[in-house]
């Protein structure tokens, strides 16, 4: 498997029922290009509910959407300069979504009075290598052989003392 390499994407759009649609091929696009099939549904269906709630409630549909790739973590944030949509007052269905298919998320705001929502992906594994067995663990005794000069048979001889005139038999 080849490492990844960072990526990042940027769209600023201005947010329409027909443009959610758009915006949600776009970022598949990218998703796919990026080698990141797995997560194009979570992704897409996230940032179409802050899209469609952007579309619906807000009074400036500016907004801008990035994508940010750096081979652990896929991590997406919309922002807005909508003032009137606070996150706590955002319908909950949509952050409950998000929560529910993302592995984190978090809001924060912006200097012009605006929030940034974001969610984020562990990276994992598109492609599935198999499993080797592993051989069994070798046991002590296998492990921990006797060094070479040991292990030869020493031949047995005879010494005898010379002052007590006894023979020692060494093995």
Same mark, same amino acid.
């Given at each position: 498997?080849?490492?990844?390499?960072?990526?990042?994407?940027?769209?600023?759009?201005?947010?329409?029922? &027909?443009?959610?649609?758009?915006?949600?091929?776009?970022?598949?696009?990218?998703?796919?290009?990026?080698?990141?099939?797995?997560?194009?549904?979570?992704?897409?269906?996230?940032?179409?509910?802050?899209? &469609?709630?952007?579309?619906?409630h807000s009074a400036?549909?500016?907004?801008?959407?990035?994508?940010?790739?750096?081979?652990k973590h896929l991590?997406?944030?919309?922002? &807005?300069?909508?003032?009137?949509?606070?996150?706590?007052?955002?319908?909950?269905?949509?952050?409950?979504?998000?929560?529910?298919?993302?592995?984190?998320?978090?809001?924060?705001?912006?200097?012009?009075?605006?929030?940034?929502?974001?969610?984020?992906?562990?990276?994992?594994?598109?492609?599935?290598?198999?499993?080797?067995?592993?051989?069994?663990?070798?046991?002590?005794?296998?492990?921990?052989?006797?060094?070479?000069?040991?292990?030869?048979?020493?031949?047995?001889?005879?010494?005898?003392?010379?002052?007590?005139?006894?023979?020692?038999?060494?093995?």
């Open positions: 498997m080849k490492p990844a390499v960072p990526c990042y994407y940027h769209l600023d759009v201005e947010v329409s029922p &027909d443009r959610v649609g758009q915006v949600r091929r776009i970022l598949a696009a990218h998703l796919r290009y990026w080698n990141l099939e797995f997560l194009v549904e979570s992704v897409c269906h996230c940032a179409e509910a802050l899209l &469609d709630t952007i579309a619906q400036d549909k500016n907004t801008t959407v990035e994508m940010w790739w750096n081979g991590i997406t944030a919309v922002s &807005d300069n909508d003032q009137d949509i606070r996150p706590h007052n955002a319908p909950q269905g949509c952050l409950a979504r998000i929560a529910a298919l993302s592995d984190n998320w978090g809001c924060c705001a912006t200097g012009a009075g605006g929030k940034i929502i974001w969610f984020s992906w562990r990276a994992r594994s598109a492609e599935r290598a198999p499993l080797v067995p592993a051989g069994p663990v070798p046991s002590l005794r296998e492990a921990c052989r006797m060094p070479r000069a040991l292990s030869l048979p020493v031949p047995a001889f005879a010494a005898a003392r010379e002052d007590t005139g006894t023979v020692i038999t060494v093995r």
